[in-house]
T-cell receptor
Framework: KNEVEQSPQNLTAQEGEFITINCSYSVGISALHWLQQHPGGGIVSLFMLSSGKKKHGRLIATINIQEKHSSLHITASHPRDSAVYICAVRENSGGSNYKLTFGKGTLLTVNP | SQTIHQWPATLVQPVGSPLSLECTVEGTSNPNLYWYRQAAGRGLQLLFYSVGIGQISSEVPQNLSASRPQDRQFILSSKKLLLSDSGFYLC????????FGPGTRLTVL
């Protein structure tokens, strides 16, 4: 079973700062997700990665398959970025089932 | 486009009472469906998944059960709730990637 570790657990930043959240996993995967969960609880999928790098607005996600590591970066952070960011991985188990293993999340607070 | 609905959004139930949470998906057919739980201070945990009507796989032993009576309907149930069943319950569906519903926050008192 995959172990998914995120760091840091909690992160406080000032508006405008560059933010990095890290995720490492123990077993080979077919895909990695970065998810955002706001205080109300709803989850939004930010990225799905299997290699390389993806960018969407101020968010950038990278993955290094050999090192079993991914990072989520937020440039020019804003208070509305405050949320829990969750890393989740899908193992290389084959088949159509899309079972995910989740990290415990990183609570990001961006102060004005 | 595809949409996933969950209801109710919040629920407060006494210990020992029954539970029924419903999830429906629109805009796709024969999706894989999932129930997750997020207990306070913990990460999301997969409870059940289904690859078709009437097919349910359980990931962890627990006080809950799931059913899939129709292609795009997934129900999470309990006959008698425990305090430890409190948490945030998320339904999800997948084809090539996974999409999450808005969730139900359950408090058992």
């Amino acid at each position: 079973k995959n172990e998914v570790e995120q760091s840091p657990q909690n992160l406080t930043a000032q508006e405008g700062e560059f933010i990095t959240i890290n995720c490492s996993y123990s077993v080979g995967i077919s895909a990695l997700h970065w998810l955002q969960q706001h205080p109300g609880g709803g989850i939004v999928s930010l990225f799905m990665l299997s290699s390389g790098k993806k960018k969407h607005g101020r968010l950038i996600a990278t993955i290094n398959i050999q090192e079993k590591h991914s990072s989520l970066h937020i440039t020019a952070s804003h208070p509305r970025d405050s949320a829990v960011y969750i890393c989740a991985v899908r193992e290389n188990s084959g088949g159509s089932n899309y079972k995910l293993t989740f990290g415990k999340g990183t609570l990001l607070t961006v102060n004005p | 486009s595809q949409t996933i609905h969950q209801w109710p959004a919040t629920l407060v139930q006494p210990v020992g009472s029954p539970l029924s949470l419903e999830c429906t998906v629109e805009g796709t057919s024969n999706p894989n469906l999932y129930w997750y739980r997020q207990a306070a201070g913990r990460g999301l945990q997969l409870l059940f998944y289904s690859v078709g009507i009437g097919q349910i796989s359980s990931e962890v032993p627990q006080n809950l059960s799931a059913s899939r009576p129709q292609d795009r309907q997934f129900i999470l149930s309990s006959k008698k709730l425990l305090l430890s069943d409190s948490g945030f319950y998320l339904c999800a569906w997948s084809m090539r990637e996974q999409f999450f519903g808005p969730g139900t926050r359950l408090t058992v008192l």
